[in-house]
């Protein structure tokens, strides 16, 4: 599995009532805990005083995370999603193939 950077920012339109926001967020905070169940969802922030996320997610690849991941969201249409995909740095912390 590859691991993703995903930042989100979800802008509700115009118009929309306050219920289908209530019901696309509570459907939102089910499908997030069932997307971390499988693995796909590893972590996930908000910035302090922002109304964007920003988490690391996992797929075989970027088309997975794009088709069968990301796209499952009910905010998705909502969304605007940048995502970075990331490799190990040879230096990060917790590395087992450093050499002695």
Excluded: C, Y
Aim: charged share 25%.
């Amino acid at each position: 599995m590859q691991e993703f950077l995903v930042e989100i920012t979800t802008t509700v339109p115009d118009g929309t009532s306050q219920d289908e926001v209530d019901q696309r967020r509570a459907a939102e905070a089910v499908r997030a805990r069932e997307l971390a169940a499988t693995g796909n969802l590893v972590r996930l922030w908000r910035p302090v005083g922002q109304l964007r996320s920003i988490g690391i997610w996992r797929a075989a690849d970027q088309d997975e995370l794009n088709d069968k991941v990301l796209a499952t969201l009910p905010l998705r249409p909502w969304m605007t999603i940048m995502v970075t995909a990331l490799e190990s740095h040879p230096n990060g912390p917790g590395r087992t193939d450093a050499a002695a």
